[in-house]
T-cell receptor
Framework: EDQVTQSPEALRLQEGESSSLNCSYT??????LFWYRQDPGKGPEFLFT???AGEEKEKERLKATLTKKESFLHITAPKPEDSATYLC?????????????FGKGTLLTVNP | GAVVSQHPSWVICKSGTSVKIECRSL??????MFWYRQFPKQSLMLMAT?????????EQGVEKDKFLINHASLTLSTLTVTSAHPEDSSFYIC???????????????FGPGTRLTVT
């Protein structure tokens, strides 16, 4: 069974204070690892897909990296509007096609 | 692009009644749509996978007779919660697979969610 563990559960940063969120996963074979952002009372917003170890993707202040066991979401010089819950999900080869297994998320709060 | 809508955004119903939630992909065709539920401070739990023109595939522990899913077209899937009870109160979110290649690994785009409260 695919498993995703995200840490920390919650993270408070000052504006401009860079940090990283961790997503550890176990899958029988990885099709893709996905990062989403979720604001309170809203559906998740797609950020990145990573397919293979060593891959990196960037979008504004966010950069996602992938190894064979974990993924990091690096946040550089965050702003208050980056405050949200960040969700990591994996899609494995085993089991149902297309199924995403989500972690519990990291609640990021960026103070001005 | 890749916008998914849900209707209604929130609904309050009485115990024993049924509620229908619509999920639409607005600017693309989605052969596969998904239904999730999310409890407060918890992650998304997949309920079922919906394929256009065929029966939905339900996850273990999800009652298919209670949560009826219909995927009538490439842009519309509906979830009907039948004989709702207070324990069905939750945040229901749909997603649609943007599958340009037809391969797994294409990202899912999520709707804004529907807050269901059963009194």
């Amino acid at each position: 069974e695919d498993q995703v563990t995200q840490s920390p559960e919650a993270l408070r940063l000052q504006e401009g204070e860079s940090s990283s969120l961790n997503c550890s996963y176990t899958v029988s074979g990885l099709r893709g690892l996905f990062w989403y952002r979720q604001d309170p009372g809203k559906g998740p917003e797609f950020l990145f897909t990573l397919y293979s170890a060593g891959e990196e993707k960037e979008k504004e202040r966010l950069k996602a990296t992938l190894t064979k066991k974990e993924s990091f979401l690096h946040i550089t010089a965050p702003k208050p509007e980056d405050s949200a819950t960040y969700l990591c999900a994996v899609q494995g080869i085993g089991g149902s096609n297309y199924k995403l297994t989500f972690g519990k998320g990291t609640l990021l709060t960026v103070n001005p | 692009g890749a916008v998914v809508s849900q209707h209604p955004s929130w609904v309050i119903c009485k115990s024993g009644t049924s509620v229908k939630i619509e999920c639409r992909s607005l600017d693309f065709q989605a052969t596969t749509m998904f239904w999730y539920r999310q409890f407060p401070k918890q992650s998304l739990m997949l309920m079922a996978t919906s394929n256009e023109g065929s029966k939905a595939t339900y996850e273990q522990g999800v009652e298919k007779d209670k949560f009826l899913i219909n995927h009538a077209s490439l842009t519309l899937s509906t979830l009907t919660v039948t004989s709702a009870h207070p324990e069905d109160s939750s945040f229901y979110i749909c997603s649609a697979q943007l599958s340009l290649s037809g391969l797994a690994g294409d990202e899912q785009y999520f709707g804004p969610g529907t807050r269901l409260t059963v009194t």
